[in-house]
Each structure stands twice: as C-alpha cells, then as structure tokens.
C-alpha cells in the first residue's frame, strides 16, 4: 500500500491509560485511528455530536492524486478506519449503524455513523493495537487450508486466495515486480512519495504520518544513515529507487501467498467496503501469525489491472492486492499515528 528498523521514536503500543477518563467514543476514535491507509495518509476527519453520533469526512488535502487520481485508495482507508471503529465500538458495548453519505463523490462527508449501547462482543481491542504492515521477506511455505479458508471467510466473493507455490501466485509475483518498477520510475509518482516520506525522528514525530525508517524496515546501519542524513527528496534518486526495486522482489519471491479483492461496482460503497474487507484480513492475519503487507502497485498501474483480472479469471474489477505469509516473530506496530485532536472535533 504505497511504499506501505531502528527509530529511537517508538509510536504505538497500548491505550495510554489516560485515555480512560477522555469518554467511549474518543477511545473509539483511537482504535479507529489505528487503520492502515496508503503512504499511511490517515486521510480521515472526524465531527463528534453529543457521543452518539460520528460524522466521518474524507480530508482530500491527505489524498494522493498522482497513483490514485479517481480517490479509490483514499475510501479503501476510509473503510479500514470505519472497520476498526466499528470493532472497538461493539467491543465496548455498542452498535454501530453506519450510513454512507448518498451525496456526490466530491462532497467530502462519506458516513454518519450512530452508536446504540448494547451487549459487548469481546473483541480483543489489542489485535487492532498490533496490526502493522510488515515488508520484511515471510516464510516461503504455503498457507495452511484452514487459515486461507479463515482468510476466505471475510466474503468468499470478493476475497480470492492464491498460494505462493502455484502459477497464478507465481504470475502476481512477477507482475507485482513489473508494475512496482515502473512505478517507481516514474517522476511525479517519486515525488508524491517523497512527501509522505519521514525520514528524521523530528520529522516523524512532528506530524505523526506518513513512512518511517522504522516502518518501511530499514534497520541497522541504513536506518541510521537515512534518519541522520537523508532528506525526504534523497527519495527520488536513483540509487534509492533501485534499492527499492531490489527489496520489492525479494518481498514478492518470499512470501506464502496473495491475498486479492475485487469489487463488483465501481462506487465510493464498494471502495469503502474493500477497505473494511482489507482491515478485516490484516488483523486476521495477525491472529493467525502471518505478515501482511499490500502491494498494490498492480492496481494503481492501469495498464496492469485489466491484464491481472483477466489472467486470474477474477469476476469483478481488481481493487487490491497484498502478500501474506508466516513469520517467524511478532514485530511491534511502529508507524505514528495522529492524535485523536488532531483529526476528530467534539460538539455537546
């Protein structure tokens, strides 16, 4: 998802314990906060009424019209964020009814959503808390059938599973590879990339979006290099894009799956309900100890898109793409997210 270590800023971990007197629906807002989005954006505003009703809108100056001109990417993260807040709210005793805006895609409120107290679900809030992407190599052994069918389960329609071992696995490996390249080389995508790149802890810290050293998993020397004397526009150099060519096929040759969705309409409805089936598999992958990470280059690249749909005989148009795969360890969530403030208004 974009280009979605050792930073000496650490960015999530639990609920800080003072947001316990801030009310239910700040905590919500929290959970919520923690969706993943492309380049890590967070292109998500927030009015609150009375804490019962949520208006989300989407913030169209944290789009990203280069590699999503048609704003699919940015209602894709607006569901991952509608997806979580409904989690945290069922986990804590409410419903969530959410309304989608019936107005023009360029109105910039996309739902209101109403909250009723009802029964807990005992969903355990500390997935959604440990959910990251993970873009280091995973385990190259094929998915068990049993977890590609829990992955399956989110819709069987929309959701299809391709094994690493097989050909069509092979064949988005390769096409991921291509579509990443030619991204990559392309001027105006560098340079949109290059503004949501974080390199310094300053930097980072300062605005709490956007992609990290610690994020993007360079470590060690490297990481120490890039967050001491890289700017964010040494990004669009050559040797930088190469390097990332480089470990874009390592990522796509390692892994122990695919996990792609389609969309049967071409509506802000079914863009926001993929991010929410794309939130839905990043946590259940966490449950399952596979990695994620979206990749989805073949989407943004149209020249790619109708080609894979074909060559997959996927139903439906291609919306995203990500590998999975076991790893051998939990990895700590460390890409920053804003502040509740920083993005929700509250109105008695």
Not at 82 to 105: F, H, R
Not at 178 to 196: G, H, I, N, P
Not at 246 to 269: F, M, P
């Amino acid at each position: 998802m974009g280009v979605l270590c050792s930073c000496s800023a650490r960015f999530r971990g639990q609920m800080p314990a003072e947001y316990g007197a801030k009310g239910d629906v700040y905590q919500m807002l929290y959970f919520a906060s923690l969706a993943g989005s492309f380049h890590n954006s967070q292109p998500w505003k927030v009015e609150v009424q009375g804490n019962r009703i949520i208006r989300l809108y989407a913030d169209t100056s944290r789009e990203l019209p280069v590699v999503d001109p048609e704003r699919k990417e940015l209602y894709i993260s607006l569901g991952a964020f509608i997806e979580n807040l409904t989690l945290a709210a069922g986990s804590m005793g409410y419903a969530c009814d959410v309304k989608l805006s019936d107005g023009p895609q360029s109105s910039a409120l996309v739902a209101g959503i109403y909250l009723d107290k009802t029964s807990p679900t005992g969903y355990d809030l500390s997935l959604i808390e440990k959910r990251r992407t993970l873009r280091s190599p995973f385990k190259t052994v094929c998915v068990k059938e049993k977890d590609a069918n829990q992955l399956l389960a989110s819709d069987p329609q929309s959701v299809h599973f391709f094994s690493t071992l097989s050909k069509k696995g092979s064949y988005l490996a390769q096409k991921t590879i291509e579509a990443y390249t030619q991204q990559a080389l392309k001027k105006d995508a560098q340079a949109e990339l290059a503004r949501w790149m974080r390199f310094s802890d300053k930097d980072a810290n300062e605005k709490k979006d956007g992609l990290t050293t610690a994020g993007m998993q360079i470590d060690g020397i490297s990481g120490f290099f890039v967050r001491h004397f890289l700017k964010p526009e040494d990004s669009t150099k050559e040797s930088f894009v190469k390097a990332g060519i480089e470990k874009t096929k390592k990522q796509a040759l390692n892994c122990g799956g695919w996990i792609v969705i389609t969309s049967s309409d071409n509506s802000v409805a079914d863009w926001i309900k993929v991010g929410r089936l794309y939130q839905q598999l990043n946590l259940t992958c966490g449950r399952l100890q596979m990695g994620f990470q979206p990749m989805n280059q073949l989407v943004e690249e149209q020249n790619f898109k109708k080609e894979v749909a074909t060559h997959l005989s996927l139903n439906g148009q291609l919306m995203f793409v990500a590998r999975v795969g076991y790893v051998a360890k939990s990895f700590a969530p460390v890409s920053p997210h804003r502040p509740v403030e920083a993005f929700a208004k509250f109105n008695k």
